[in-house]
């Protein structure tokens, strides 16, 4: 070889196409991480925003609403008193995930959010 000559081996090449392939992997797992970590707390804050909607509701009208739909909309209770609607609508849930309620137990109703493996019941 010739003092002039200059250049990357073959071997210093594939180093570092391997660093660059470790950084890639690494930077993927953690971008799914922070998307599953927003799921989640949207899902949280939903059910609380629900779950105080709820409360609201039961203040007002003495009972539990038969389903998370009274709550957008105006209800009068047995004194004639006008309030709501109670949440603007219903939440849309995020990707993969679902919401439920029920009601009936010992807190006379629940809240559940579903997904990613994930369940997050209120109150």
């Not at 209800?75 to 609607?85: D, H, R």
């Amino acid at each position: 070889m010739r003092k002039n000559q200059r250049g990357f081996t073959l071997i210093e090449l594939l180093v570092v196409v391997a660093i660059l392939a470790v950084l890639t992997t690494i930077a993927m797992t953690m971008y799914h991480n922070v998307q599953s970590r927003s799921r989640l707390a949207k899902a949280q804050a939903d059910t609380q925003t629900m779950a105080s909607a709820v409360g609201a509701f039961q203040a007002h009208m003495g009972q539990m609403p038969a389903s998370l739909a009274e709550l957008s909309i105006p209800q009068t209770n047995v004194n004639g008193q006008v309030a709501g609607p109670f949440m603007a609508g219903d939440p849309a849930p995020p990707a993969g995930w679902t919401y439920s309620y029920a009601v009936g137990g010992p807190s006379g109703y629940s809240i559940t959010a579903s997904g990613d493996s994930t369940t997050i019941t209120r109150p």
